[in-house]
């Protein structure tokens, strides 16, 4: 026996048939999926790193943070009557009218698994001015 395409004509009941319909949408549901995906993960990259870039100006000062003790605490205040503190380490946050009460709100989540990077207050205050 020679080459597989000599074999598949002597047998063509065991030639590999054109892909069904249903395995062609299979394949096209799952690589436009997967494009989504990659799409989506750009776009939430590209909305993380502007919110970075536009929370900046409104950093106050970095301190110690009351969950994990690490000298991650980015404090902004956002407002003159406004402060926002967000751990860059264990991902906590507080707010307030001042840095204690953000603080307070910060040591009173403990285990509430609080995550900044999921829901931050920054989006929801910066939308009400």
Request: with cysteine.
């Amino acid at each position: 026996m020679g080459e597989w395409s000599e074999f598949f004509e002597d047998f063509p009941e065991y030639a590999p048939g054109p892909p069904s319909a249903e395995e062609l949408e299979q394949e096209a549901k799952r690589k436009l999926k997967t494009e989504i995906r990659k799409m989506n993960s750009d776009a939430f990259a590209l909305i993380e790193k502007t919110q970075e870039k536009e929370k900046k100006q409104y950093l106050e000062k970095v301190e110690n943070c009351p969950q994990c003790g690490e000298k991650q605490l980015n404090v902004y205040k956002l407002k003159p009557d406004h402060v926002l503190c967000e751990c860059q380490s264990c991902l906590t946050y507080g707010s307030g009218s001042d840095l204690s009460i953000a603080i307070q709100e910060i040591i009173c989540a403990n285990g509430d698994e609080l995550n900044w990077k999921n829901s931050s207050l920054f989006k929801v205050l910066q939308n009400k001015n």
